[in-house]
Each structure stands twice: as structure tokens, then as C-alpha cells.
């Protein structure tokens, strides 16, 4: 388990650089990561290359035991690249070109700048082929970050008709399946094709749903050029990318399948502020569901430990509100990824920057060397943390980019967000204290107990017998709303839904609707009433068993929640998107059905995550919690009960694990 830090030696002068390393190492940290924004000094002018600051800082961090991540400075094309060959240059759907002055301005589909790319990943690779310090890459910088994945240039829409060109058999094959009919939009040839621009009313939702297809896919081939490159050079180096929490524009499994592993960039205060009312507590450390949902996502996506990138330092530069985070935050987040299967937590940055756009961004130093307060935190957190196996989880939560997509293209109500829904049932799972890999549908599921399956929107044949499968051999599956409601293409079947799965879960759609919050909404779920929000179904059964019906409205006394025994597993479907105390209890059936060990239902705002043979408490309110455990139970870190902000690491079964925690101002 290693701490490390983002260094940016071109930044400060030459003769500060010993000294900063040597404080790295002092504090224990294992890995700097460099040079992701430097290639207007890496190449100031075309052909003229200055390698020898970045050796000398590489030298530097392996002269005091440590290793360097070095990054491929693609995300910051300098002003003379844009200036020779604009065509690089990124448009948005109205036109709009994005041009030189931050980041992320260019097209990955550009052939000029994959051949830049080539360029200088290539001169990069080949100078420190042979570094003994080198340890890994990370390609590019945040791939989409500023809304920067889907680009409506000239070079997109010759890749988007040959993209298409490829996986239709003809024009008439592709407006079949989209269903081009409508508006008259039928198409005579794939030269009719343009990205969706601009238009006074919304696009065909199978055109879009491709368009989001093509752009992820062009971040996919653009980061493989990339790793193909790197790994030409040196095969012993790990390729990484560092993706963005939630961030939903790009398929993250599809790139990862040109990754050794892969990491991304944690910042929990910022990205609470993008709930509707965090609390205090929230402002001051995040929410480990939240965080949580992002790591075990990333753990997900090559099914074996992370890395987290970036991890927030202190206060932050981008999000509305910027608190200080709380006495121990930084500790507290580096122990909860490793929780969540992290291997290593690199704190961003080392020191804060005097000029540019982050100067209100900490870092572990202050903007005059002296250390904030990160610095005794990752310091604290080096020292703490030990080796451990990777998490062995007993839940698979499914989720797929495809179902975002189009869930998005057609909400069909204002208040249907798709990660809101996901989180709805990866909450219930974790206040049970239950390890859950977020994986696609497609992975292999027979070591999974029980799997949950927020939202299959999109369903097709393979997808119906690779579940089927599962359920028959003695899985057991939890469904939501939505579930297939359309077809991979983004068109409603000629089946009512969920079409293909209709055999599994013993049931179909007979309506639905979405509802305004004013509305009441109840359901019967075991002889108990819940709340439930947004969106409502109600069933036809064939073969299924109704465990909860609405209660009131027009579908009063129809079924909203059915289950049905399949081969040697069982098959639950739930029709409303649930309220907490309506998810707890299905998850609590699935669990329970599926033999599954797991805490009583735990505090908000109170973590526990077993790995190894190890239970992590991390406890993100300000108020004290008692862990209630066997006695003679051995404490690694910590001890009862547990500070506001702190972490306990203990050897237990997490089953044995209680908590109990005073009022907080989380609630």
C-alpha cells in the first residue's frame, strides 16, 4: 500500500527541488507523478527538446528511494502547435470552436493530432525507456473533462460515417434500425451523416445514442494509440489513465481494456456539491457512499486494485463552496480507498501553485514550502498503511454506459437521473457493510451471490441467457425500474417490457408513469407501506409472485414488486424507483436469500469495508461512533471509540461489527 503526491517541478525553481523531494520522502510517499501539463516546456518550439529538467527531477525522486509516474503531456497542446495546425482544435454542436487558453482543447479525432500525439509520445517513451526510476504512465490527463468528449468538428463527422459505415451492412440496414422514418429523416447514404448539431427540437434518440457511442470509442482508440506506444518501449512499465468519479460521457470499462490498472482523481467536498442538500458533515469530509460508489466502479473495471490519482490535498479551487476540510480528512480518505480496494492514494499536489488557474487549489505544502495540513495527514496515512489482498466482494452491482446514454437522451421525466438511481440501491448494499464490484453486464457473474441490476434499460438476447444463466445456477437477482424498456438501439420492441427478459422475471409492464415530487406515492413491499419517488410500473405476472403492491393512485392494488423463482436462484423486480427504507429492505431480502454476512443497517455518514482479513471504520461525521465488536477483538489502527473524522482498523468479521453514533450535523 503506498502514498504518493503530484509533482510539477517546471513550476518553481531549479535549486527548491532537492529540498522537496527530500520532504516527500521524509513523509514517506513511494511515488511522484509528473509532467502531465508540460509540453510547451518539454517542446518549446517544433523539434527543439528540452528532456533534461524532466531526467533531472526523475533522477531526483530516485536518489531518495522513491519512483516516478510520468504522464504524456497530450492534454495541453502549446500555443505553437494550435497556431500551426488549428484543424486540432475542438468544435461544440453550435459551432462554437474551443480554443487555446486552458485545456482539453483538442479533437481526438484528429488526424493531425494523432499524428502530434504520435510525435511526442514517442520522444517521451524513448528517452526513458531504459530510466530505472521510471515506474509507469499515466496517458493524457481526466479524458472529457469540460464537457470534452463529444466533439461536432469536420474530422468527427468523416469518423463518425466510417464508424457506422463499419457496423451497418447498408444505408437501409442503418435506417431500419434506427427508425428513420420518423420526421422524415430517413437517409439515402452515409455521406448524409453529420454529428448531431445544433437543431430547434431534440434528435433521434438512436442517432444520439450512436453519436455517444462513436465519441467514447474515439477516447478509446486515441488512449490505445497511446498505451500501444508506451508498452513498444518499455513492456515492463504499467499503463494508467485517471478517470473522473461518476463521469459519464465515456465508457471507462471499454478503455480499461487497454490499461494495466487504473486509477482516478478523488475529491469528495467537491463532488458532494453536486447533491441537492449536503450537510455540514458532507461539506467537511464528502460521503463515503458517494466516494465509495466511484471506487468501487474504478476496482470494477479490471476487476483488481486501483489507484487513486489525485487525491484532494485540503481546500479546492473548482466547486461552489470550498470549506476546509475537517481535522484528518485527507488521512481519513486514504485509508477508505484502501477499504475499497485501493492500492495506492497519490495526494494532489505537493504544493500550491502560484500562478495559473489552481492557485486557490491546496497542496500538501503551502504556496511558500511550509506544510499545510495534508502534508501530516498523507505523512500519518504512509505510515498507517500495510499490504493487503485485493477485495473479494460477494455483491455485483451491474452498470452499463450504454443505459446511461439513453436514459438520458429520453428521462422522459426531469427528476429520472440515472446515477442518482444506481446510488439508491449501492446505498442500501453499504449500510449493510457488504463489498460491492460495479461491473458490467457482460463480465462473468457466477462468483457473485447475489447481483443488482439498477437499471438494464437496454435489453438484448445474449444479455436475457447470460442472466437467465446466472439465476438458474443459484444467483440472485434484484431489478429496478426501466429494465427492458427499449432495445439495444435505443427503439421500444415489439414486446411489452422488459422484452427478452420477460421469462426471468415473470412478469411484464403493464404502465407506467413518472410523477412530480407534490404527488403521494406508497407501495406495500411484505405487509409494510414505503415511499417511493419519479417513476411507477405495474405488472402483468406469468409465473412471478407479488411481494408489494401500490398503494393509492390510478394503479392502487397492482403489483410493484414481484419475485420469481428461476431454476435454483430467484429473480425480484421492483417497479418503483424505492425511498431508503423501502431499498434497505429489498436489499435485505436479496442479502438474506443469498446468504450473504452483513453489519446491521449503518449509520449515514459511517463506513465499514472488510478487506483481508481486515474491517476498516471510517467514520466521515464529526461526532464520535462505538464499534461494538467481541472482546479481545485486536485494533490495528485506532481505538474506541472513534473520533469524528477518524478510521478503525481492526481484525473482525464484519458481520460482528455494530456501530453506534451520536446526533452529528450530517442530519
Known amino acids: 500500500m503506498s502514498i504518493g503526491v503530484c509533482y510539477f517541478p517546471e513550476h518553481w525553481p531549479r535549486d527548491r527541488w532537492e529540498e522537496a523531494v527530500q520532504e516527500m520522502a521524509d513523509a514517506g510517499l513511494e511515488y511522484v507523478r509528473m509532467g502531465e501539463f508540460a509540453w510547451s516546456r518539454i517542446e518549446p518550439r517544433r523539434g527543439e527538446f528540452d528532456l533534461e529538467w524532466l531526467e533531472a527531477a526523475v533522477d531526483l525522486v530516485g536518489e531518495y528511494g522513491m519512483q516516478a509516474v510520468l504522464c504524456t503531456p497530450t492534454a495541453t497542446p502549446p500555443k505553437w502547435l494550435v497556431d500551426e495546425r488549428p484543424g486540432i482544435l475542438q468544435e461544440d454542436a453550435d459551432g462554437t470552436v474551443k480554443d487555446y487558453g486552458s485545456r482539453r482543447h483538442y479533437c481526438f479525432n484528429s488526424p493531425a493530432y494523432r499524428e502530434e500525439t504520435r510525435r511526442i509520445v514517442s520522444k517521451l517513451a524513448e528517452h526513458f525507456a531504459d530510466h530505472p526510476h521510471v515506474a509507469g504512465w499515466q496517458t493524457d490527463n481526466e479524458f472529457g473533462c469540460h464537457g470534452t468528449v463529444r466533439c461536432y468538428c469536420a474530422d468527427c463527422a468523416t469518423a463518425f460515417r466510417d464508424w457506422l459505415r463499419k457496423k451497418f451492412d447498408s444505408i437501409d440496414d442503418l435506417n431500419e434500425t434506427w427508425g428513420t422514418t420518423f420526421w422524415s429523416q430517413h437517409l439515402t447514404g452515409f455521406h448524409e451523416i453529420d454529428p448531431p448539431r445544433e437543431t430547434p427540437a431534440g434528435h433521434h434518440p438512436s442517432r444520439l445514442l450512436e453519436y455517444h457511442r462513436f465519441s467514447s470509442d474515439s477516447v478509446v482508440a486515441y488512449n490505445r494509440l497511446q498505451a500501444d506506444i508506451l508498452r513498444k518501449h518499455n513492456d515492463e512499465w504499467f499503463v494508467t489513465h485517471n478517470f473522473m468519479g461518476q463521469f459519464g460521457d465515456l465508457d471507462a470499462f471499454d478503455v480499461a481494456e487497454d490499461l494495466d490498472l487504473v486509477s482516478w482523481d478523488s475529491y469528495p467536498t467537491g463532488s458532494v456539491q453536486s447533491t441537492e ?83 486557490y487549489h491546496a497542496g500538501l505544502r503551502k504556496q511558500d514550502g511550509s506544510p499545510d495540513r495534508g502534508y501530516a495527514d498523507a505523512s500519518r496515512a504512509a505510515d498507517e498503511l500495510f499490504d493487503l489482498a485485493p477485495v473479494d466482494a460477494p455483491v455485483a452491482l451491474l452498470h452499463r454506459y450504454d443505459d446511461l446514454w439513453a436514459t438520458s437522451i429520453q428521462p422522459h421525466s426531469p427528476d429520472f437521473d440515472y446515477w442518482d438511481h444506481v446510488e439508491t440501491y449501492y446505498r442500501a448494499l453499504r449500510r449493510r457493510g457488504v463489498q460491492v464490484d460495479v461491473i458490467p453486464p457482460d463480465r462473468d457473474l457466477s462468483d457473485y451471490a447475489a447481483v443488482v441490476a439498477p437499471s438494464l434499460y437496454l435489453a438484448a438476447d445474449a444479455l436475457a441467457d447470460r442472466l437467465a444463466t446466472y439465476v438458474a445456477g ?24 422488459p422484452g427478452p427478459l420477460a421469462d426471468l422475471l415473470g412478469a411484464t409492464v403493464d404502465r407506467h408513469e413518472t410523477l412530480p415530487a407534490d404527488f403521494e406515492t406508497r407501495v406495500t413491499y411484505d405487509g409494510d407501506t414505503y415511499d417511493y419517488r419519479t417513476w411507477a410500473e405495474w405488472f402483468d405476472l406469468d409465473g412471478a409472485t407479488v411481494r408489494g403492491e401500490h398503494a393509492g393512485g390510478v394503479a392502487d392494488g397492482t403489483p410493484a414488486i414481484v419475485e420469481h423463482e428461476y431454476g435454483a436462484g430467484s429473480a425480484t423486480w421492483c417497479g418503483v424507483w424505492p425511498g431508503t427504507d423501502l431499498a434497505d429492505a429489498l436489499v435485505e431480502s436479496l442479502l438474506a436469500r443469498a446468504d450473504i454476512e452483513r453489519t446491521p443497517v449503518l449509520p449515514d455518514g459511517v463506513a465499514v469495508a472488510e478487506r483481508d482479513g481486515h474491517v476498516w471504520v471510517t467514520n466521515f461525521t464529526g461526532s464520535p461512533v462505538s464499534v461494538d465488536v467481541p472482546s479481545g477483538t485486536e485494533w490495528v489502527v485506532g481505538s474506541n471509540p472513534i473520533d469524528g473524522f477518524d478510521v478503525g482498523v481492526l481484525k473482525a468479521d464484519p458481520a460482528e461489527v455494530g456501530i453506534t453514533v451520536a446526533d452529528s450535523e450530517r442530519s
Open 277 to 359: 442538500e449536503p450537510t455540514v458533515d458532507d461539506y467537511r469530509a464528502g460521503d463515503p457512499r458517494q466516494v465509495g460508489l466511484s471506487h468501487d466502479l474504478y476496482r470494477g473495471a479490471l476487476g483488481k486494485p486501483f489507484w487513486v490519482m489525485e487525491q484532494q490535498p485540503g481546500d479546492i479551487n473548482w466547486p461552489p463552496h470550498s470549506p476546509q476540510p475537517a481535522e484528518g480528512a485527507m488521512r481519513l480518505w486514504a485509508h477508505h480507498a484502501v477499504a475499497h480496494g485501493g492500492d495506492a492514494v497519490m495526494y494532489f499536489r505537493w504544493r500550491r501553485c502560484r500562478e495559473g488557474q489552481e492557485q
Open 474 to 497: 443459484g444467483g440472485h437477482l434484484l431489478c429496478g425500474v426501466r429494465t427492458g424498456e427499449k432495445d439495444s438501439y435505443n427503439k421500444l420492441p415489439n414486446a411489452p417490457q
